[in-house]
């Protein structure tokens, strides 16, 4: 599936994060987002589920002149390293697009062409919130920058105009606080707390699939269904009903034990706790950015980072307030943050 080139008197530059658990894609037509989408690509079950992410993303990026390139997916368990990740979808963008219409993100690098990123594997791996990060310090000169999805969350300083990251792999990042692994949807709920308060006891949980955070906010009434586009852990329902009842299976009893303001309490509960250890990283993320200056958030997880920003005390600024885009896709291009931003940066490089 060839990209096609060349819109006539207009430059379209179709951006993609090529996650490995959703795809996520951009268009902006000069200088502007004018259409954004999240695909479900579950890359662990095959490397098939990219052409089909493709194919039902396809109307956000016909006719682009230019497609420009970061990922995460490199990190499926599919791929037996991360470099080997990297190369296969190097290999399968460059079997889908043409080689002189397509730039891949390199981070710290910037954009490279597809023949010059077979030797930057170390760059360009898992860099998208470089991208992201970049755009907002072009917009905004002091920022905490938190960009919240479905499994994890980056929080990156900006200073004086500049991405002033501590870290810059995924081993790093883990380190300095600048990379959280807590999602707004796809995180089990044994990665948030050890325990929940249930019926006034503290309740250890049961170290099992049952549940996700998806089902928390779901149950909270807080939770855009658009943005939970993979099965849930029993693969029922999707429901306020169905979630407590996957809720109340992690300390191990039966949803009609409690009534549904015990279950909301519990949820809260969890969403409390995937706070706290976000504040916590916040800290220690944020150490050069100056009192007062915004949180910038994008992602699906914006109505956490929300509480995060009343947290620390910031003004909470939208991702889709500082960059070109039309009213009708903001969300959904805050959503796609590093795909819109690659987008961005490549019309303007």
Not at 90 to 106: K, N, P
Not at 217 to 234: F, K, N, S, T, Y
Not at 235 to 246: I, Y
Request: negative net charge; aromatic residues 8%.
């Amino acid at each position: 599936m060839k990209a096609p080139s060349g819109g006539k008197g207009k430059k379209i530059v179709a951006g993609f994060d090529v996650g490995g658990a959703h795809l996520k894609v951009a268009r902006a037509e000069e200088g502007r987002v004018v259409a954004a989408a999240t695909v479900a690509m579950p890359l662990w079950q095959g490397l098939d589920r990219l052409d089909a992410a493709l194919r039902e993303a396809a109307p956000v990026f016909a006719g682009a002149d230019l497609a420009a390139f970061t990922m995460t997916g490199e990190l499926s368990d599919i791929f037996p390293t991360r470099h080997a990740g990297v190369m296969t979808l190097l290999d399968l963008i460059r079997g889908r697009f043409r080689d002189d219409a397509a730039l891949v993100y390199a981070g710290r690098s910037g954009f490279i062409t597809l023949e010059q990123a077979a030797g930057a594997s170390a760059d360009i791996a898992s860099a998208n919130w470089h991208a992201t990060a970049s755009l907002v310090a072009a917009h905004v000169r002091d920022a905490l920058f938190v960009d919240m999805g479905s499994t994890t969350t980056d929080l990156i300083p900006v200073c004086d105009g500049t991405v002033a990251n501590a870290g810059y792999t995924d081993a790093e990042r883990l380190l300095t606080g600048e990379l959280v692994y807590q999602g707004f949807t796809r995180t089990f709920l044994f990665g948030v707390a050890a325990s929940a308060p249930v019926g006034g006891w503290l309740t250890p949980l049961m170290n099992e699939y049952f549940a996700s955070m998806a089902d928390v906010h779901r149950i909270l009434g807080v939770l855009d269904e658009d943005d939970d586009r993979h099965p849930a852990a029993d693969g029922k329902e999707k429901t306020p009903a169905a979630s407590m009842a996957r809720v109340a299976r992690m300390v191990g009893r039966d949803a009609f034990e409690l009534g549904g303001r015990e279950w909301r309490d519990v949820a809260r509960w969890f969403s409390e706790q995937q706070l706290r250890t976000l504040h916590d990283a916040a800290f220690r993320a944020a150490a050069c950015v100056p009192d007062g200056a915004p949180l910038v958030a994008a992602g699906s997880g914006r109505w956490q980072i929300r509480r995060l920003a009343e947290r620390l005390d910031r003004p909470f600024v939208d991702f889709a307030d500082i960059i070109p885009v039309e009213d009708a896709v903001r969300s959904a291009a805050s959503s796609a943050g590093p795909a819109a931003a690659v987008a961005l940066l490549a019309d303007s490089a």
